[in-house]
């Protein structure tokens, strides 16, 4: 407190008290709440706590507010215990960083983070008015961390299984993506090799169609006309559907040999009774008016037929 005449005053220092008397009792709080350190709310103390305080003095004379305004008795201890009040050049932007720096160690809630003692305290106050730099220094975000935890065990505690849980389901979450990834390229190349041999496979009957028509052109069986074309279709719609190359102008001669083809399995269905089916029977040859023709079959020999 300043008097008339500007001198300063410490009327009421919190919980300020002889080393060697115990002026408290126990379960009773002495002094004035609002500069008490977090360790006198649970009965413990020492010459730091006193440092603090005189740190919450000049915090308050620097920022001209309170560190903690709260006028609730119970909600001030809540913010004494938990809370740390805001940095001094967020309530007065005119406040240097070194003074800053000194204040907010003087008012750290571990007591260990403190001026450790008076005369250290004083120093820093001293160096910072002869613009020298000060030995505080900003504490790291690990030692914000730490602190933090220190204060809020419970919370602490539930916030690290919250963590760890989260970083399991994220190992477990990643694995389980890699080995489905896995999975989804195995079976892409199962269905790309699927692919492959099918379409080797098509290729295979398209091509044993094409030669199986080209021999039917080359042979003198009844009916060869109409199976050779048959398996020219059925190697055009093998290819189309598997979508495979055709030698298009093989095919293309072979179609055309065997429409020249002059054939008479149809004539020969409605001449003969016991006639089911052409194969097995094969032409020798017609004469020139093509009214007869030769055929031999494995039951009967040679027979001569009369188309008229």
């Given at each position: 407190?300043?008097?008339?005449?500007?001198?300063?005053?410490?009327?009421?220092?919190?919980?300020?008290?002889?080393?060697?008397?115990?002026?408290?009792?126990?379960?009773?709080?002495?002094?004035?709440?609002?500069?008490?350190?977090?360790?006198?709310?649970?009965?413990?103390?020492?010459?730091?706590?006193?440092?603090?305080?005189?740190?919450?003095?000049?915090?308050?004379?620097?920022?001209?507010?309170?560190?903690?305004?709260?006028?609730?008795?119970?909600?001030?201890?809540?913010?004494?215990?938990?809370?740390?009040?805001?940095?001094?050049?967020?309530?007065?932007?005119?406040?240097?960083?070194?003074?800053?720096?000194?204040?907010?160690?003087?008012?750290?809630?571990?007591?260990?983070?403190?001026?450790?003692?008076?005369?250290?305290?004083?120093?820093?106050?001293?160096?910072?008015?002869?613009?020298?730099?000060?030995?505080?220094?900003?504490?790291?975000?690990?030692?914000?961390?730490?602190?933090?935890?220190?204060?809020?065990?419970?919370?602490?505690?539930?916030m690290t299984a919250i963590a760890t849980l989260m970083l399991c389901l994220t190992i477990?979450?990643?694995?389980?993506?890699?080995?489905?990834?896995?999975?989804?390229?195995?079976?892409?190349?199962?269905?790309?090799?699927?692919?492959?041999?099918?379409?080797?496979?098509?290729?295979?009957?398209?091509?044993?169609?094409?030669?199986?028509?080209?021999?039917?052109?080359?042979?003198?069986?009844?009916?060869?006309?109409?199976?050779?074309?048959?398996?020219?279709?059925?190697?055009?719609?093998?290819?189309?559907?598997?979508?495979?190359?055709?030698?298009?102008?093989?095919?293309?001669?072979?179609?055309?040999?065997?429409?020249?083809?002059?054939?008479?399995?149809?004539?020969?269905?409605?001449?003969?009774?016991?006639?089911?089916?052409?194969?097995?029977?094969?032409?020798?040859?017609f004469d020139p008016h093509q009214s007869r023709c030769a055929y031999v079959d494995s039951?009967?020999?040679?027979?001569?037929y009369d188309f008229g």
């Amino acid at each position: 407190m300043l008097d008339e005449n500007g001198e300063a005053w410490v009327a009421d220092f919190g919980l300020a008290k002889s080393p060697e008397l115990n002026l408290t009792r126990t379960g009773e709080i002495v002094g004035t709440l609002r500069y008490m350190p977090p360790e006198r709310l649970r009965g413990d103390g020492d010459a730091r706590s006193d440092i603090y305080s005189l740190g919450l003095t000049l915090y308050e004379s620097c920022t001209l507010h309170p560190a903690f305004p709260s006028v609730d008795r119970g909600d001030m201890i809540r913010r004494i215990m938990h809370e740390s009040p805001p940095p001094p050049s967020a309530l007065n932007a005119k406040i240097p960083a070194d003074l800053e720096l000194v204040i907010t160690k003087a008012i750290s809630k571990n007591p260990e983070d403190r001026y450790q003692k008076a005369e250290d305290f004083a120093d820093d106050l001293l160096r910072f008015t002869q613009g020298r730099p000060v030995h505080a220094q900003r504490a790291s975000w690990l030692k914000h961390t730490a602190s933090w935890c220190r204060r809020n065990p419970v919370v602490a505690l539930l916030m690290t299984a919250i963590a760890t849980l989260m970083l399991c389901l994220t190992i477990v979450s990643t694995f389980s993506a890699l080995k489905l990834s896995d999975q989804n390229e195995e079976l892409t190349r199962s269905i790309e090799n699927e692919k492959i041999s099918s379409k080797k496979i098509s290729e295979q009957l398209v091509e044993q169609y094409c030669a199986q028509a080209r021999l039917v052109a080359k042979s003198n069986s009844a009916g060869r006309r109409n199976r050779g074309l048959a398996g020219l279709q059925a190697a055009k719609d093998t290819a189309f559907e598997a979508k495979v190359q055709l030698d298009k102008i093989a095919m293309r001669q072979t179609a055309v040999d065997l429409m020249s083809m002059f054939d008479v399995g149809e004539r020969m269905r409605q001449h003969l009774p016991d006639y089911s089916d052409l194969v097995g029977y094969f032409l020798i040859g017609f004469d020139p008016h093509q009214s007869r023709c030769a055929y031999v079959d494995s039951a009967s020999g040679v027979t001569v037929y009369d188309f008229g």
